[in-house]
Every structure is written in C-alpha cells, then in structure tokens.
C-alpha cells in the first residue's frame, strides 16, 4: 500500500495531537496539589482531577501532599532551669494548606519544621524546672503548638499537634525522686496518723468532760439528799429527839456492812471494832420500840383509871 504525501502529513499531525494532548492533560491524584511552573515561574497550582497545561511550556513544579502528615521528633538533651539534664523526644502532625508557599517559601520543609519544633522544644522545656517539666505536659504541649505554628505560618502549612513523648531523667534522679515520693508518702501518712489521734483523743477528752459533769451532777444531787437528811435529823435532835439520832448513825453502819459484805474479792467478811456501836444503835431503835408501846400502854392506863369504877351488886 502505497502512501502520499498528504496521508504522510494527516498521521504526522494525529500523531502531534495525540502528544499535545498528552503533555497537556494532567490527572491528579487525591490529597495532592502540583505547581506549574511556565519557564521556571510558578503560575498557578492543580487541585485533585483532569486539569490543563500548555504543553512544551508549563511544566510540573513541586507535588505536594496535603493531607495531615505525622514527622517523629527524635531525642535530645534538655538542662532544665533547676540544672537538671533529661532526655525528651516527641512527635508534631502538620497539614499543608498553600501548596504555592509550602513549596517555594523554604527548603527542605520536613527538615525546617523538624528543627524549629526541636529548637522550640529546647526553649521552651529550658525554662522550667524539672518538676515542671514533669507535671504540666499538656501546659507544654500547648505552648508548644502555639509557639511552632506561628513560626511556621508563613510556609503555608498548619500544625495541628505537637506531643511530647518521653522526658528520661537520669537514673541517679529517678532514684533521688523516688526516695523524695517514699519520704512524702510517709509524711502524709505520719500526718493522717497524727489526725487520726488527735480527734480521737478530743473525742476521747470530750466523753471524759461528759461523764465528769455528770458525775459531779450526780454527786451534788447525793450530797443535796444527804444534807437534806442530815438537815431532818438535826432538826429532830433539836427537838430532843434522840431516837432519831440513832436511827441514822444505826442505818449508816448497816449500809456499810452490806457493802462489805458484797464484795467480790473477799471471802471472810471482817467486823470493825464499832460495830458495838451499830449493836447498840440498834438496841436503840429497840429501845425506840418499846417506848413507843409503853406510852401508848400507859396513855391506855389512864383512860381506864380516869373511867368510874362500875359497882356490881352485892359489892357495897
């Protein structure tokens, strides 16, 4: 089959579409963004899907990821304000958002924000102390973050995160704060234990208080009755009543005796020498008796003697 020139020339041009078409026909993936660059200079960026060039002219500049990305902070060395040497590593996540700024602003941008989020953490972590240091990670994280992303704004890119991972004391530290945490513990528990007798000796103070009132209550209720008694039997010997006298001094001796003899630690219930005393007193509460019935025996007498004799017949 034998062509002319005018087929020649018709698959040549075919031949130069299907390769304009080519150079000028972009696909992007997506999460990604890609520079154009028309000899040398950026012109504009491609977003995800089918975009267009101009062929043999523009070209594709820097192809950037823009989903959020995770870069590892690896460790270092920190001297603490307080002088104390601790070993730190972490991690920071950033998202592109300018892939123009992100792409031209500065070199190597894993490598800037690496260095800027260690410088930072250097600074930031240095003007703490270590028990600072230890305690507040999310005040540090925090100030990191805002620290890092407003250094690195102008690169067009947003950090979302920056974590800090391990800080590694040295092991003559750790030691050191572990007997500091031991002594502390025991302190407290020194100072609940104190706490703990101090309100039961004032609970214990307290009840003594009580039943001291209420023993001095009581006693003056006792001595109240006794001065009562005591009071009716002055009052009766007064009177010229000695019976009276002895009734008391007879019940006092016999209270005294059933005490003695209701102990429990004895055996053999010893009389004292007075108790001639309390057999007399009793002799008088007999005697009390007696007295009792013979004046009532003679006040009978006279009424019978103050009577008129009754004269039977036969008699006179």
Same mark, same amino acid.
């Given at each position: 089959?034998?062509?002319?020139?005018?087929?020649?020339?018709?698959?040549?041009?075919?031949?130069?579409?299907?390769?304009?078409?080519?150079?000028?026909?972009?696909?992007?993936?997506?999460?990604?963004?890609?520079?154009? =660059?028309?000899?040398?200079?950026?012109?504009?960026?491609?977003?995800?899907?089918?975009?267009?060039?101009?062929?043999?002219?523009?070209?594709?500049?820097?192809?950037?990821?823009?989903?959020?990305?995770?870069?590892?902070?690896?460790?270092?060395?920190?001297?603490?304000?307080?002088?104390?040497?601790?070993?730190?590593? !972490?991690?920071?996540?950033?998202?592109?958002?300018?892939?123009?700024?992100?792409?031209?602003?500065?070199?190597?941008?894993?490598?800037?924000?690496?260095?800027?989020?260690?410088?930072?953490?250097?600074?930031?972590?240095?003007?703490?102390?270590?028990?600072?240091?230890?305690?507040?990670?999310?005040?540090?994280?925090?100030?990191?973050?805002?620290?890092?992303?407003?250094?690195?704004?102008?690169?067009?890119?947003?950090?979302?995160?920056?974590?800090?991972?391990?800080?590694?004391?040295?092991?003559?530290?750790?030691?050191?704060?572990?007997?500091?945490?031991?002594?502390?513990? &025991?302190?407290?528990?020194?100072?609940?234990?104190?706490?703990?007798?101090?309100?039961?000796?004032?609970?214990?103070?307290?009840?003594?208080?009580?039943?001291?009132?209420r023993d001095a209550e009581a006693r003056e209720r006792s001595a109240e009755a006794e001065a009562r008694a005591t009071q009716?039997?002055? =009052?009766?010997?007064?009177?010229?009543?000695?019976?009276?006298? &002895?009734?008391?001094?007879?019940?006092?001796?016999?209270?005294?005796?059933?005490?003695? !003899?209701?102990?429990?630690?004895?055996?053999?219930?010893?009389?004292?020498?007075?108790?001639?005393?309390?057999?007399?007193?009793?002799?008088?509460? !007999?005697?009390?008796?007696?007295?009792?019935?013979?004046?009532?025996?003679?006040?009978?007498?006279?009424?019978?003697?103050?009577?008129?004799?009754?004269?039977?017949?036969?008699?006179?």
């Amino acid at each position: 089959m034998d062509f002319s020139g005018f087929d020649i020339a018709i698959l040549v041009l075919v031949a130069l579409v299907v390769l304009i078409l080519f150079k000028g026909i972009r696909t992007i993936p997506q999460g990604y963004n890609y520079t154009v =660059e028309r000899f040398g200079r950026y012109t504009k960026t491609l977003t995800p899907g089918l975009n267009l060039i101009v062929p043999f002219v523009d070209r594709i500049g820097a192809k950037m990821n823009m989903m959020e990305q995770v870069l590892d902070v690896p460790s270092q060395e920190i001297i603490t304000r307080d002088n104390a040497i601790v070993g730190v590593d !972490g991690i920071a996540f950033f998202q592109i958002l300018n892939a123009a700024q992100a792409a031209y602003q500065v070199a190597g941008l894993q490598n800037a924000i690496l260095n800027l989020t260690m410088t930072n953490i250097r600074t930031v972590m240095g003007s703490m102390d270590l028990d600072e240091l230890l305690s507040n990670r999310d005040a540090i994280n925090e100030r990191l973050l805002r620290v890092v992303d407003e250094a690195a704004h102008p690169w067009g890119i947003k950090i979302t995160r920056v974590e800090i991972k391990d800080i590694n004391p040295p092991a003559n530290l750790i030691e050191s704060m572990g007997r500091q945490m031991t002594a502390e513990r &025991n302190k407290r528990a020194q100072i609940l234990a104190a706490e703990g007798l101090k309100q039961s000796q004032i609970l214990e103070a307290e009840g003594r208080k009580e039943a001291a009132f209420r023993d001095a209550e009581a006693r003056e209720r006792s001595a109240e009755a006794e001065a009562r008694a005591t009071q009716v039997v002055s =009052e009766a010997i007064s009177k010229g009543d000695v019976q009276a006298l &002895n009734y008391f001094v007879a019940l006092k001796y016999t209270e005294a005796l059933g005490r003695i !003899g209701t102990a429990t630690n004895s055996k053999i219930v010893l009389m004292p020498f007075e108790a001639t005393s309390l057999i007399g007193s009793l002799g008088g509460i !007999g005697e009390i008796a007696k007295e009792v019935f013979r004046s009532e025996g003679t006040t009978g007498s006279q009424r019978q003697a103050a009577r008129p004799p009754i004269v039977r017949p036969g008699e006179n």
